[in-house]
T-cell receptor, first 112, second 113 residues
Framework: DSGVTQTPKHLITATGQRVTLRCSPRSGDLSVYWYQQSLDQGLQFLIQYYNGEERAKGNILERFSAQQFPDLHSELNLSSLELGDSALYFC???????????FGQGTRLTVV | EDQVTQSPEALRLQEGESSSLNCSYTVSGLRGLFWYRQDPGKGPEFLFTLYSAGEEKEKERLKATLTKKESFLHITAPKPEDSATYLCAVHTPLSGGYNKLIFGAGTRLAVHP
């Protein structure tokens, strides 16, 4: 158990809908990262927050947004969902911005 | 563009047959290299952190090393339970003093009895 909690574990939704994925980082960690892992692709970096502020952005679609709250938990919002958004979404957390990151077990999103 | 390349893509070993996985990186300024293990459908599990060329870390049958251009994950006398995808990641600097953590595509390791 890495100490990073993601909910829900599984999510099935229809095209065009909007969903919110939630991540609780390890106690004491200030950085939160979000990644997307599709069946035939590796881990694609989406976005990183540090202590509530956005710090780095990857290839995150405009339909996707995220935020980190004062209690350090983070949410990833995915809207106008398409079939191609079906993937595993991982959250990771770390103490600082160059230290090792610990991953949650992911949310498996299926868009039908 | 910053890039992390892992080789081979897939590796099949017999139990007890030692081998090495490679991670080469081209980044503008390395700020840490990390190895992870990922089982199917699960989140990556942290293994090692390396910060400086010449650094080595060891854990059970795994040993990670770092040079200025690449890292190796050596697996000694592997067992079937070592079967997994091994991922390499690096922190790369962005403007404003921030960093981005990017991953290679991984090496799928299968160890057969």
């Amino acid at each position: 158990d890495s100490g990073v909690t993601q909910t829900p574990k599984h999510l099935i939704t229809a095209t065009g809908q909007r969903v919110t994925l939630r991540c609780s980082p390890r106690s004491g960690d200030l950085s939160v990262y979000w990644y997307q892992q599709s069946l035939d692709q590796g881990l694609q970096f989406l976005i990183q927050y540090y202590n509530g502020e956005e710090r780095a952005k990857g290839n995150i679609l405009e339909r996707f947004s995220a935020q980190q709250f004062p209690d350090l938990h983070s949410e990833l919002n995915l809207s106008s969902l398409e079939l191609g958004d079906s993937a595993l979404y991982f959250c990771a957390s770390s103490v600082g911005t160059i230290t090792e990151a610990f991953f949650g077990q992911g949310t498996r999103l299926t868009v039908v | 563009e910053d890039q992390v390349t892992q080789s081979p893509e897939a590796l099949r070993l017999q139990e007890g047959e030692s081998s090495s996985l490679n991670c080469s990186y081209t980044v503008s300024g390395l700020r840490g290299l990390f190895w992870y293990r990922q089982d199917p459908g699960k989140g990556p599990e942290f293994l090692f952190t390396l910060y400086s060329a010449g650094e080595e870390k060891e854990k059970e049958r795994l040993k990670a090393t770092l040079t200025k251009k690449e890292s190796f994950l050596h697996i000694t006398a592997p067992k079937p339970e070592d079967s997994a995808t091994y991922l390499c990641a690096v922190h790369t600097p962005l403007s404003g003093g921030y960093n981005k953590l990017i991953f290679g595509a991984g090496t799928r390791l299968a160890v057969h009895p």
